[in-house]
C-alpha cells in the first residue's frame, strides 16, 4: 500500500513532489477510475485551501462526474458552460480567481470562491477534465496550474482511458 507523504511549504517543490507520488502510485495501474481516485484523493488530502479536487469524463458530448473527494458534485455538464465546460471546449486550462465573477459559472458548492480546471488530453483527444476547487479567492496561480497540468498528463499517460 502506498501512504502519501507530506510535501514541501515551497509550491514548487510541493508539486514536483506530488507529481512522484502519484508515479508511485499509479505504477503498474492502468485503471483510469482507480488512478483517478487516488488522484483526486492525493490533491485534496496534501494541498492547502482546497475544498474540491476531482475529474469529469467526456461522455457522449458532455462532461461526467466521476471520481473527487469534496462535497457532492454536479454531475453533467455541458461542454462550453461554466469553468469546466469552458475548459474542455476550448481544450486547454482555465484559472479563475473568483468564480462569482465567470459568467455562466456553475454552483455546485456555494463555499468555492476559486477554480483550476485543467483538460485531460491524449494528443488531440479530450478525454475530460480535472477540477480543483478552493473557498480562498486567487488561491490558484501559475504555479499551481503547471503543477496540475503535469499530474493530468502523468494520468492519462497511466491509465487506458
Known sequence: MFTPQPISADRHEAWRELAQQLG???????DPVANAANTAALI????????WAGFYFLRGGE????????RPACIRIALGKGVCGTAAAGARSVLVDDV????????CDAASR???????????RLLGVLDLDSP???RFDAVDQ????????LWVAASDA
Open 24 to 30: 508511485g502510485m499509479m505504477a503498474g495501474e492502468r
Open 44 to 51: 485534496y488530502w496534501a494541498l492547502p485551501q482546497v475544498n
Open 63 to 70: 462532461l461526467v462526474l466521476g471520481p473527487f473527494h469534496g
Open 100 to 107: 462569482h465573477a465567470f459568467p455562466g459559472h456553475i454552483a
Open 114 to 124: 476559486s477554480e483550476l480546471v485543467v483538460p485531460l488530453l491524449d494528443g488531440e
Open 136 to 138: 480562498v479567492p486567487g
Open 146 to 153: 503547471a503543477g496540475a497540468e503535469r499530474l493530468a498528463a
